[in-house]
T-cell receptor, first 117, second 110 residues
């Protein structure tokens, strides 16, 4: 199967700082990547969809200036949480949609747990 | 907008029981329907993917079915084991992005 990695797996930061999370497709090219957020005991909520080389599409209620997404290559997308605050503490999961031989299935990363103090 | 509902929210069964988890969605224009398992504090493990032209998928003790006309999917777990204890999420993909249900928290008691 296809593998998606995320880095870091967890991060603790002070309020007001920015945090970058990387999502990589290790053995396939991903034309589309998705970013989800999961609060404790809740399900995954889609934050944004990004296509390589173009601007991300954000879901309603997600601040695009706060959650910066860059999808500069077919194997890497980054999510930067700018000026993080405690309410941004959450589990962030990315997924990547493969093309070609892998069909259109989405493959999920292991997640990044962000704690903002 | 696709809404996905999972019933029950929590389920506790003794080891060895067969069980069914339910998932319903508002938009029958489902392209893919996928079931995941999530252990506490962990990411998602894909269990079964039912693509648009399919009606069911099987893997070991797991069987998932999809009925687009009624907007329902079920995940059947046979001979449950304590190691099956986790939260099970279904996700429907109308076209493009994936929408998740709130999950069913399963506990299998030894």
């Amino acid at each position: 199967g296809a593998v998606v990695s995320q880095h870091p797996s967890w991060v603790i930061c002070k309020s007001g700082t920015s945090v970058k999370i990387e999502c990589r497709s290790l053995d396939f090219q991903a034309t589309t990547m998705f970013w989800y957020r999961q609060f404790p005991k809740q399900s995954l909520m889609l934050m944004a969809t990004s296509n390589e080389g173009s601007k991300a599409t954000y879901e309603q209620g997600v601040e695009k200036d706060k959650f910066l997404i860059n999808h500069a290559s077919l194997t890497l997308s980054t999510l930067t949480v700018t000026s993080a605050h405690p309410e941004d503490s959450s589990f962030y999961i990315c997924s990547a949609r493969a093309s070609g031989r892998l069909g259109n299935e989405q493959f999920f990363g292991p997640g990044t747990r962000l704690t903002v103090l | 907008k696709q809404e996905v509902t999972q019933i029950p929210a929590a389920l506790s069964v003794p080891e060895g029981e067969n069980l069914v988890l339910n998932c319903s969605f508002t938009d029958s224009a489902i392209y893919n329907l996928q079931w995941f398992r999530q252990d506490p504090g962990k990411g998602l493990t894909s269990l079964l993917l039912i693509q648009s032209s399919q009606r069911e998928q099987t893997s070991g003790r797991l069987n998932a079915s999809l009925d687009k006309s009624s907007g329902r999917s079920t995940l059947y777990i046979a001979a449950s084991q304590p190691g099956d204890s986790a939260t099970y999420l279904c996700a429907g993909e109308p076209k493009g992005d994936m929408r998740f249900g709130a999950g069913t928290r399963l506990t299998v008691k030894p």
